[in-house]
């Protein structure tokens, strides 16, 4: 609808840092590369006889993008918005309302493709993108860095809501995930050291693949939700809660710590050709599964640190190169690796 206001934007994200309980940090000393700092309004009403119109105000979120520079903000008012679009500059673009600022790619391959560092999205309602390998909602693609995805709904992806393609430094944080056909985060080849925190995800995979090192996934809620890990390393999953789904570790992927998660509801981890991991602390509720392995070879085994994990109230024990040992009274899981006299 119309508008004739006055509004402050307060540019987000500035100093934004996000650390685990593992010391994982990432540091976001400048967000954005500033030259300039006019905020653009967009609104599906605004026409040629709106104040600006077409210098400042504009119909559609893509022309307004079009002349930002970068450290400028655009602004976009509840609304359905059809569009896909790439941006080019280090700006903050920010929604009205998550719940009905709407961004809809009518089954195109993307709604935003991040062309530069340092953009920060915030506010909207990102959906209907078509189902093609590397279609997605936010497409972050070879070497785009410091980039804040914040406090969006990601809906009705057929691939990927988002997908991250050698890209480093990127938060995604506080956004809720859910109705994906698919994928929900897709971390592909040499994307290292992003932030997945605060998240609320409900159905769909997370997917980090292909020599992925140092991402963290902090703090997200997961209902029925499966998360791949294959071949990668050093990534830190803590304080999660899982409803249902599972982690899965797979292919090689090693050096792994995961800490302090809560699951319920038979979620469980699963181990396949994955070792050197350390899984600890961790709590699993009304659950048949717990920690699985899933592999015959020894090396597998050996080089796993599994410690201080309850299974419905029960410990969870993994006993390696032991001799004469007593099973605890307590177990309610127990692992054993070249054990002799196991009583």
């Given at each position: ?221 997961l209902t029925n939700v499966i998360t791949y890990i294959d071949e990668g390393s050093n990534y830190s999953i803590s304080g999660n809660i899982f409803i249902g789904g ?52 020894i090396n597998y085994w050996i080089g796993q640190t599994i410690k201080n994990n309850i299974i419905n109230g029960k410990a969870i024990y993994y006993l390696k190169r ?15 690796y070249a054990a002799i006299s196991v009583v």
């Open positions: 609808m119309k508008r004739i206001l006055a509004i402050s934007i307060i540019l987000l994200f500035i100093g934004m840092s996000i650390s685990s309980s593992t010391g994982f940090n990432v540091e976001r000393q400048s967000t954005i590369a500033t030259v300039g700092d006019t905020t653009f309004y967009v609104d599906d009403d605004f026409n040629e006889s709106t104040p600006g119109w077409n210098v400042t105000h504009f119909d559609k979120i893509k022309n307004a993008i079009n002349v930002v520079n970068n450290g400028d903000t655009v602004y976009v008012f509840n609304g359905t918005y059809y569009e896909n679009f790439k941006i080019t500059k280090s700006i903050n673009l920010i929604g009205e309302d998550k719940n009905s600022t709407i961004i809809d790619a009518r089954q195109k391959a993307y709604v935003m493709n991040f062309k530069a560092n340092y953009i920060n999205v915030s506010g909207f309602t990102i959906q209907n993108t078509r189902n093609w390998v590397d279609d997605c909602g936010i497409l972050i693609w070879d070497k785009r860095k410091y980039n804040t995805i914040c406090d969006n709904i990601f809906t009705n992806h057929r691939t990927n809501a988002i997908l991250i393609f050698k890209s480093d430094y990127n938060i995604i944080s506080e956004n809720i995930f859910m109705e994906n056909k698919r994928g929900n985060i897709e971390l592909r080849y040499l994307s290292d050291y992003n932030v997945i925190s605060k998240n609320k995800f409900i159905g769909g995979i997370n997917y980090f693949n292909r020599r992925n090192l140092n991402n963290s996934m902090v703090d997200n809620h599972k982690i899965q570790l797979f292919d090689e992927t090693v050096n792994n710590f995961i800490n302090n998660n809560k699951f319920y509801s038979s979620a469980e981890i699963s181990i396949y050709d994955s070792e050197q991991n350390i899984i600890q602390d961790n709590t699993f509720v009304n659950s048949t599964g717990g920690i699985i392995f899933y592999e015959d070879n032991k001799i004469g040992v007593r099973i605890p009274s307590n177990a309610g899981q127990l692992y054993l």
